[in-house]
């Protein structure tokens, strides 16, 4: 009788393992290149990106050739991160190396800025370095 409780038991424990390997592994297994849901609007956030962002900060898809800040085209960021270096400054996202690098930091556009505006800036530098 032990045995045929013991079999019963591990026969529901190995079938709850595949029934949960089952409804996991789609998941695991999905296409991880798909497009993220952006927070902002990419397409409002060019003529800001242009008239706000372009004079320090270099970026191919907006034609920026700004050399203070960085490269925008060689820091593809999370756009995340991107929003939080607009909205508090460009140092709060960058190392101690980082920011030695230049003799002037980012200031922070909150306040200046609003946070819509700053989540388009940021979608548009998003989408266009992760292309």
């Known amino acids: 009788m032990l045995r045929s409780t013991i079999r019963s038991r591990t026969g529901v424990g190995v079938a709850a393992l595949a029934l949960a390997a089952a409804l996991l592994a789609p998941s695991a297994l999905a296409h991880r ?23 320090c900060h270099t970026l191919k898809a907006a034609g920026a050739v700004g050399q203070i800040g960085p490269n925008l085209d060689k820091v593809p960021l999370p756009e995340a991160t991107i929003v939080k270096a607009i909205t508090n400054g460009g140092s709060t996202v960058m190392t101690k190396a980082q920011i030695a690098k230049y003799s002037t930091q980012m200031t922070p556009f909150k306040g200046v800025l ?14 266009s370095t992760h292309k």
């Not at 290149?33 to 004079?55: D, E, M, Q, R």
């Not at 609003?114 to 989408?127: F, G, R």
């Open 33 to 55: 290149s798909a497009t993220p849901k952006l927070v902002g609007n990419a397409k409002a956030g060019k003529a800001v990106f242009i008239s706000t962002c372009s004079a």
């Open 114 to 127: 609003t946070p819509a505006v700053i989540n388009n800036i940021a979608a548009y530098i998003y989408s």
